[in-house]
């Protein structure tokens, strides 16, 4: 007689638990998805690949802030002058030295790591609250800098730029940026993924949970910090020169405080602690208010009133935002976990042990 065979999925090495896709089903289904991404440029509109492309944007930026407040727990608010900053470093070398791509990019990485070391340095002695209020004078600090340039080079419009030429070939075309955005978003997320797995990764979540638990096991919690800090401003200053380059122009009115709520509001929506929350939460937030516009206009039919509508897209965002905190913590990735795990067990229903 036979031995009984285990049913089932087992992960059996180090290897198979650390595998980004350990399944024949997700393999497959992210192949599909893969595809899916690669073809939509094809089928979409003018409006929805701009959409698109405002989405992969706010990506980069989403999974940069989710590194620093969701994994090593550090509150900021300074993430829009962060962007500011990409942005113009970008639009500062292409006037004033005509500098290309290949040279605008890695300098508003450096830029973002600078001004991230800088102003990581207080959360070694802050914490909630004045910490937060520390990141926001970045913020205005840099969108106080971009403004004196702009009136002192008599840009009242904004820094005006050329569309970036790679391999010879201008970005000129929406559909050519959604490609160039997807790779930028698909690289921060692999490298990001990567980086969670490493030991500073590790750190990173040691010190959310506790600093002094994380100091006694070894972990250097000075360096942990520091090092989310920097990393998250690179990501987010190089989201900035992105965010230059599509837009055509740099503006500090483009970088309001708002932004910076919003990108909190990702973080938030999409769930705390999780990369895949970070997408979730910026496709959310980016075409929440395109959904309010619309369902009001096919609702009411009058575009005095819609627009009446859209202005309270504010108010709508921040009832958002309290209802996701009060009912739903975990955010849109706590929805997808529990619909994954209700298709898993679907027909059979869960029940406490011991029944």
């Known amino acids: 007689m036979s031995a009984p065979r285990a049913s089932g999925y087992f ?8 595998r980004l896709l350990d399944t024949r089903m997700h393999k497959s289904v992210f192949t599909l998805f893969i595809l899916a991404l690669l073809v939509a440029p094809f089928f979409l509109g003018v409006l929805a690949l701009d959409l698109a492309n405002q989405v992969l944007l706010a990506s980069i930026g989403a999974i940069a802030l989710m590194l620093l407040t969701g994994y090593a727990g550090q509150i900021s608010l300074g993430h829009a002058g962060l962007l500011a900053a990409g942005a113009f470093t970008t639009g500062i070398l292409f006037k004033e030295f005509g500098a290309p791509f290949w040279i605008t990019l890695p300098a508003s990485a450096l830029v973002g790591a600078s001004l991230g ?20 004078a970045l913020h205005f600090i840099v969108i106080h800098v971009g403004g004196e340039y702009e009136t002192k080079r008599g840009f009242s419009t904004g820094v005006v730029i050329a569309p970036p030429a790679l391999f010879g070939w201008t970005l000129s075309d929406a559909r050519a940026w ?7 978003a698909a690289g921060t997320l692999l490298l990001s993924l990567n980086l969670l797995r490493t030991r500073t990764g590790r750190a990173w979540r040691a010190i959310h949970g506790r600093e002094a638990v994380a100091a006694a096991l070894g972990v250097s919690v000075q360096s942990a910090k520091l090092s989310a800090f920097v990393v998250s401003s690179t ?13 055509g122009f740099v503006s500090a009115e483009a970088f309001s405080l708002f932004v910076t709520i919003q990108y909190v509001a990702m973080v938030i929506i999409g769930g705390i602690g999780s990369l895949l929350g970070a997408l979730l939460g910026a496709v959310f937030v980016v075409l929440f ?18 627009n009446l509508l859209f ?3 504010y108010a709508a965002f921040g009832l958002v935002m309290i209802l996701f905190l009060v009912f739903e913590p975990t955010g849109l990735f706590g929805l997808w976990k529990r619909m994954q795990n209700w298709l898993l067990l679907w027909p059979f229903k869960q029940k406490p042990v011991g029944k």
Request: glycine residues 6%.
């Open 11 to 18: 992960r059996t090495s180090y290897a198979q638990d650390v």
């Open 311 to 313: 202005a309270a897209n």
């Open 235 to 247: 990501f987010t200053a190089m989201a900035g020169c992105l965010f230059a380059y599509y837009r």
């Open 117 to 136: 070391l800088i102003f990581g340095l207080p959360s070694l002695r802050l914490r909630g609250l004045y910490l937060a209020v520390s990141t926001l």
């Open 178 to 184: 959604y490609y160039v955005l997807l790779a930028a």
């Open 289 to 306: 208010p395109y959904a309010i516009e619309s369902a009001a206009k096919a609702l009411v039919g009058r575009d005095a009133l819609s």
